[in-house]
Each structure stands twice: as C-alpha cells, then as structure tokens.
T-cell receptor, first 113, second 115 residues
Framework: KAGVTQTPRYLIKTRGQQVTLSCSPI?????VSWYQQTPGQGLQFLFE???????NKGNFPGRFSGRQFSNSRSEMNVSTLELGDSALYLC????????????FGSGTRLTVV | AQSVTQLGSHVSVSEGALVLLRCNYS??????LFWYVQYPNQGLQLLLK??????LVKGINGFEAEFKKSETSFHLTKPSAHMSDAAEYFC?????????????FGKGTRLSVIA
C-alpha cells in the first residue's frame, strides 16, 4: 500500500514569504502529526490532527499552523518565514494516535534565504 | 514530562561487530518506547516498539531491544553490523496513560560501520 506522501520534496523561499506543505497519509490513518527536524534542535513536535481537529500542539509560534481535511490529508503553513525556519519538515501518520507508532513521509526540505 | 536520553551522538563499529545503541527514558510509569532509523535524505522508519507485551522486542533488519524497568533503559542491539546499517537512530517515548501524547524523540545516534 502507498506510504505517506509529502510534497514538495524541496523548497527555497525568501524571508518574509509564506509556505504551504502538503501531506497525504496512509489510507485509513486518521492521525497526522508534523515534526520539524534541525541539526541543532533535533526532532520537535509541531502539531497533531485527528479527524480534522487539532488534538495536540507543540511549542511553536503562531506563524506555524496546520489543518486536516475530511480525507485525512493535511497541510501545514508557515507565514512570515525566518531564516531559522530552514529545516526538514516531516509528516507522520498513524491509525489512531502516536502510541500505535508513526509512519513517516520522506519530508520537505525547506530552505529560507 | 516524558523524555529520552541517547548516550553517544556517534557510534562507530566494525562490520560484523555487535551494535549497541543506548536509550534511557524518564518517566514514573513505564511508557511506550520506540526505535526509529533515518537514512540520509529520508524520513524515519520504525524499527521496533515496546508496548509491555514482552520485554525483549524483535524488530526489522535483525535489530532487537530489551526493556529494563530497573534501569529505565531500552537499548537497541544487533549481533552483527552490516554496512547498510549506517544511519541515524532515534529512540522515542510516549506516555501510555494517554493514547494521544505526541512521541518525544531523543537527539539521535549516528551509527558508522567500518569495513
């Protein structure tokens, strides 16, 4: 069966711009989580959506937002990009929640210049 | 709050040697524990998970991990390293008291395998 699909794989944006990343979870998975990965901070939790509702939120500024659609696909948006937002953004899906274990996508590499 | 500590940011072993990657958790209640592997320019792949059914957990690619409550540890081992095992490995924890708690990841251990 198809895995978790993230698009695009690579992005280059300018400071101040906004960006939208997309994630299609495994069919039947209702939980989608987003993580930011950087060399300095490691993997940091952004938010989790379950059945179109944000169930958990990490400690990120309001510039980071997300949503989930009725087909479980999810998007995250970062507004007013800063240089420090450069990172690998990973989407992970799970049947019902983190305790089931995640299946990760390959990530979107965002570079802010 | 749940946390995990991975001892050693970089481990180097010879091909055919034992692989031992260390993970200690911090929790008053034994949590769910996971090991993930990440190859360059890819996402994370689940190696194995502990949910309390058995303390010795076998995973993919010949890896296994043993849950030791007395030591609050969940170390990952493989009897014989292969070149293809070179990657970054992450230990993660989740609070079993709530099914919705996000996974908290350790900082990762980069495994190098020397021919």
């Amino acid at each position: 069966k198809a895995g978790v699909t993230q698009t695009p794989r690579y992005l280059i944006k300018t400071r101040g711009q906004q960006v939208t990343l997309s994630c299609s979870p495994i069919s039947g998975h209702r939980s989608v989580s987003w993580y930011q990965q950087t060399p300095g901070q490691g993997l940091q939790f952004l938010f989790e959506y379950f059945s179109e509702t944000q169930r958990n939120k990490g400690n990120f500024p309001g510039r980071f937002s997300g949503r989930q659609f009725s087909n479980s696909r999810s998007e995250m948006n970062v507004s007013t990009l800063e240089l420090g937002d450069s990172a690998l953004y990973l989407c992970a899906s799970s049947p019902a929640g983190p305790n089931y274990g995640y299946t990760f996508g390959s990530g979107t590499r965002l570079t802010v210049v | 709050a749940q946390s995990v500590t991975q001892l050693g940011s970089h481990v180097s072993v010879s091909e055919g040697a034992l692989v031992l990657l260390r993970c200690n958790y911090s929790s008053s209640v034994p949590p769910y524990l996971f090991w993930y592997v990440q190859y360059p320019n890819q996402g994370l792949q689940l190696l194995l998970k502990y949910t309390s059914a058995a303390t010795l957990v076998k995973g993919i690619n010949g890896f296994e991990a043993e849950f030791k409550k007395s030591e609050t540890s969940f170390h990952l081992t493989k009897p014989s390293a292969h070149m293809s095992d070179a990657a970054e490995y992450f230990c993660a924890v989740s609070d079993r008291r709530s099914g919705n708690t996000p996974l908290v990841f350790g900082k990762g251990t980069r495994l190098s395998v020397i021919a």
